[in-house]
């Protein structure tokens, strides 16, 4: 996907005043975060669960090179072929390869971010193949002229049914519908024809289990269920991370899965598929395919960073965030949006190009809170906001004022001496109202609000007094 | 895959490993990993204990479910939107099939799997079509493996005798679940099917209710891709 | 018992009242209140915006200076919240230093928490007449468990009625730095908890940190409310709320 991250302010700043955005985003917060909270009381036991889970995601991550054998041992064994790409150049090469091989013309694809990362549609429409994405979100945005995803599973989030109707009018050339029970028929009568012709199915993982060599995939809509049952090759293109031991860790990871995305406690369909299909079976995949990508993923292995490799790719830490609510996904500029995003963005793209990822956060900690796998979100956006001091990518200002600050907190006789003539100074600032309206330096407070001013003596000095007189 | 690792050469696209591009990059991702994780080469102790691992299949904590997974099922069944019949025997299957259909409105043909050719649908009025569908049949009608309580969930086996399209073609899904085969959780579904079948079929499908999509606005709608109806006749 | 009081920097040079309210709190709590005058930064912002080398100065430095009291109780939940959970981070890789700074940590406490929980007070100085709204602090709630500590402190406050918000665990949007590096989020967040607090008619926000509170008294009066008040939880326990 293209990469814009580097203007992460100036488009945070147009969603911020884009109303109809900011409606819908006010609108899901409540639903997605309300939802989740009913959920999780369904589980008697759901922070032990969460510990649960990390155990099982950690245990695989720090034996990744072992589960990946014997991941790629059992799928081979039940018929299918592992494919491994260092890059998501190299990623699109193998799916073209297997379309040529196969003579395959139509791919109809569920939803895979990985495929996001390389741009997978349209390397495929380069090569003169069609792709049809078919949940219904990442269709109304791929007949957008592939308008980016904003949320990690809700794609089409930001829009209205309005803006949907006008699209499929126009695309499909039918009179506009106002329901969104009719959007929903209409998009229906149209995937349905794709998924009777496509002969190339495409999906992502939710997890790939080790012991059976299977993939795991869950969907409301039932399309990634379609798009694995109809097509004569199914190719998974997927992380290398994203390995669970057993079917059983499994069903504790899909337990909070669901909860935490969509506050579900299953969603409609979960499928698990193994192989290619048997003697005398109807449906299902000739020839399967597994693309395991690396991108970036064993940088983030290598690197302080490694927890966020954890990842089960839920949403919460985006329904929970507090930036992400009031910005959406978009100003993000890359596949990942909100507190995971920020962490995993800066090692896949490189650090220099998304500076600003890691440091719009508050650190207010709710992503941390909410991460089934206890991912502690806020120390590792702390963690590139170090590794971005050391690279040199700080503005001057900032480090010159932190050194500054830190210089006078040593020293605390000048400290008080500073500080005593600079809440004077404040004080006069803020005049007989009491408040500061613009100040120097920092005009990012206040365009945005005041600045109380103090009220003219430091306590360090009225405490000295306090005792003096005593 | 047992020829030793070769660290990659410059200028490799000119080199004869271009014509094993796959391995290449599986031997640079697993060195890559191995160099991450602070080893060496292949770790035959670490993969020994992941062998270890998987063989004790450990199950982590789960929410406690009444005694009675029967009505669990049924109340989450019901809060999944997948409507419900109970039948003393199979016989009834039929009858009931032909009563659900009338009921809301939907033509009595259907496609369904072998092991209900012996049936008597003509008696009830349905026509049941043994073959598999590719979406002309109103209906399907499938069997299940077993059942889930903690989530109302059925649990599809694919094969021969089992076509999937069945269960995702058709408008409406009908379902024969055996009453004594409800299972509280997910894993004992996966246990059940080590234990009667030893390996996985191609696919496991689970169904938790109608195909739904909350796309435009979250405002949920039945029917996104698969069936709009998906009801479960309980035998037993 | 002897409790050292971290002032933060913030309530030394903004809010000087609220370092003697929380004195009168603690020492009506029956607590030998000690101030170790050097005291200045605890190293918050260094740290947080990825200047571990000056945090880590900062941090040595205010340990000498505290462990020789039996608590150290500060009126933040930030700067508390730096000493227990990211001091000992800071520390992970030095064995002499780590021992002291858990030592310190384990004896850590915010204000709330710690007047409930270890010097058990059973009643308050403070009155107030009317309704307030309780905004929970990020470090606070999510680093130190304050939550219920504030609000059962409060109840025992004759005249006060307590009017919850929604929302009122969400960030008010000040995030230290954050607030000048990304002005606008960071005012449209305050903007939402304005309306929130607001949407009570509450007499008055009561809170337990210096940057949620001039953040938020900030937005309010920018956005042209002069009415709600915006106090810290010591003034209102201590009834010096003018």
Not at chain 1, 100 to 117: D, N, T
Not at chain 1, 352 to 365: I, Q, R, Y
Request: charged share 25%.
């Amino acid at each position: 996907m293209q990469i814009a991250t580097m203007y992460f302010k100036d488009r945070a700043q147009v969603k911020l005043n884009d109303e109809l955005l900011q409606y819908n985003l006010k609108k899901s917060k409540g639903k997605f975060v309300g939802k989740r909270a009913e959920a999780i009381r369904e589980l008697d036991d759901f922070e032990g669960t969460r510990t649960a889970a990390r155990e099982i995601r950690q245990r695989v991550l720090d034996n990744l090179d072992t589960y990946l054998e014997i991941f790629e041992q059992n799928a081979t064994a039940r018929g299918a072929t592992v494919l491994w790409a260092e890059t998501p150049e190299e990623a699109n090469r193998h799916v073209l390869d297997i379309a040529a091989k196969h003579q395959l013309k139509k791919a109809i694809k569920s939803k895979s971010m990985v495929s996001e990362e390389s741009a997978l549609d349209h390397a495929i429409e380069q090569a003169g193949l069609k792709v049809v994405e078919t949940d219904l979100g990442e269709y109304i945005l791929q007949i957008n002229d592939y308008e980016p995803p904003s949320h990690i599973i809700a794609p089409a989030l930001h829009k209205s049914k309005e803006e949907v109707s006008a699209l499929f009018a126009k695309v499909h050339g039918t009179p506009p519908k106002t329901g969104i029970q009719e959007l929903c028929g209409e998009a229906r009568a149209v995937l349905r024809e794709h998924y009777l012709t496509g002969d190339l199915g495409i999906s992502g993982a939710n997890f790939l289990i080790a012991e059976t060599g299977s993939v795991m995939l869950v969907t409301n809509e039932g399309n990634a269920t379609l798009c694995t049952t109809l097509p004569k090759v199914h190719v998974v293109i997927t992380g290398i991370e994203k390995i669970v031991p057993t079917l059983e860790e499994a069903s504790t990871l899909l337990r909070l899965l669901t909860r935490s995305a969509t506050g579900q406690s299953i969603t409609n369909y979960v499928d698990i598929l193994t192989g290619i299909k048997g003697a005398g079976e109807y449906h299902g995949a000739e020839h399967m395919y597994f693309i395991l990508v690396d991108s970036g993923r064993t940088r983030v292995l290598a690197s302080e960073v490694r927890e966020a490799l954890r990842c089960i790719r839920c949403g919460a830490c985006l329904n929970h965030c507090p930036v992400y609510q009031n910005i959406g996904g978009h100003s993000y500029g890359w596949v990942y949006p909100g507190p995971i995003g920020s962490v995993i963005t800066p090692m896949f793209i490189g650090q220099e190009m998304a500076v600003d990822l890691p440091n719009a956060s508050t650190l207010c900690g709710a992503c941390g809170v909410v991460c089934p796998v206890r991912i502690p979100l806020p120390e590792l956006l702390r963690k590139h906001r170090e590794a971005q001091v050391k690279e040199d990518l700080r503005p001057w200002v900032e480090r010159l004022g932190l050194k500054g600050w830190t210089w006078l907190a040593l020293h605390p006789g000048l400290y008080g001496l500073a500080t005593r003539i600079g809440v004077r100074l404040m004080k006069m600032m803020g005049g007989y109202e009491g408040r500061i309206h613009k100040l120097p330096l920092v005009g990012g407070w206040s365009d945005g609000r005041d600045l109380p001013a103090p009220t003219g003596k430091t306590f360090r000095e009225l405490y000295a007094a306090k005792r003096r007189s005593a | 895959m047992s020829a030793p690792a070769r660290p990659p050469e410059r200028g490799a696209k000119q080199s004869p490993e271009r014509a094993q591009p796959a391995n290449r990059a599986r031997d640079n991702i697993l060195g890559r990993v191995r160099q991450a994780l602070g080893k060496t080469g292949p770790d035959p102790t670490a993969r020994e204990a992941a062998l270890a691992h998987i063989a004790t299949h450990p199950i982590g904590p789960r929410p406690a479910l009444p005694a009675d997974l029967r009505q669990r099922f049924l109340e989450n069944a019901a809060k999944l939107e997948s409507s419900v019949d109970q039948l003393a025997r199979r016989e009834e299957i039929p009858r009931a099939v032909a009563r659900y259909l009338t009921g809301i409105g939907v033509p009595p043909r259907a496609s369904g799997w072998p092991e209900f050719a012996d049936l008597p649908w003509g008696e009830a009025g349905v026509e049941v079509a043994i073959r598999p569908t590719q979406g002309q049949d109103p209906v399907g009608l499938t069997s299940v493996f077993c059942a889930i309580a903690e989530t109302g969930t059925v649990v599809v086996l694919a094969g021969p005798e089992a076509p999937t399209g069945t269960l995702l073609l058709p408008d409406t899904h009908i379902a024969v679940v055996d009453g004594s085969r409800i299972v509280a959780s997910m894993e004992d579904a996966f246990v059940l099917i080590r234990k009667e079948r030893g390996s996985l079929p191609r696919a496991v499908n689970m169904v938790s209710g109608p195909s739904r999509t909350g796309d435009i606005e979250q405002t949920i709608v039945l029917g996104a891709h698969g069936p709009f109806r998906v009801h479960l006749l309980i035998v037993g | 018992m002897k409790v050292g009081l971290l002032v933060t920097c913030l309530v030394d040079m903004m809010r000087p009242s609220i370092g003697f309210a929380a004195i009168k709190l603690l020492e009506s709590a029956g607590c030998e209140v000690v101030v170790p005058a050097t005291q200045t930064c605890c190293g918050q912002p260094g740290y947080n915006s990825g200047d571990r080398a000056s945090s880590k100065l900062l941090a040595a430095k205010l340990v000498a200076e505290f462990e020789a009291c039996d608590f150290l109780v500060a009126p933040s939940g930030s700067c508390s919240g730096m000493v227990k959970t990211h001091y000992p981070e800071l520390f992970a890789d030095d064995a002499a230093m780590l021992a002291r700074v858990t030592a310190l940590a384990a004896r850590t406490y915010e204000l709330t928490d710690f007047l409930l929980n270890v010097a058990k007070i059973q009643a308050v100085p403070g009155r107030f007449e009317g309704t307030v709204t309780y905004h929970d602090s990020c470090s606070g709630l999510r680093e130190m468990g304050v939550k219920a500590q504030p609000r059962e402190l409060l109840a025992k406050v004759p005249g006060l009625k307590l009017a919850e918000m929604t929302e009122a665990e969400s960030c008010c949007g000040f995030g230290g730095t954050f607030s000048i590096k990304f002005g606008e989020i960071s005012a449209r967040m305050s903007d939402n908890k304005c309306q929130n607090i607001e949407d009570t008619h509450a007499d008055a926000v009561v809170l337990g940190d210096l940057g949620c509170m001039l953040n938020i008294e900030g937005r309010l009066r920018r956005r042209g409310n002069e009415t709600t008040k915006v106090l810290h939880v010591a003034q209102v326990l201590a009834g010096d709320t003018d």
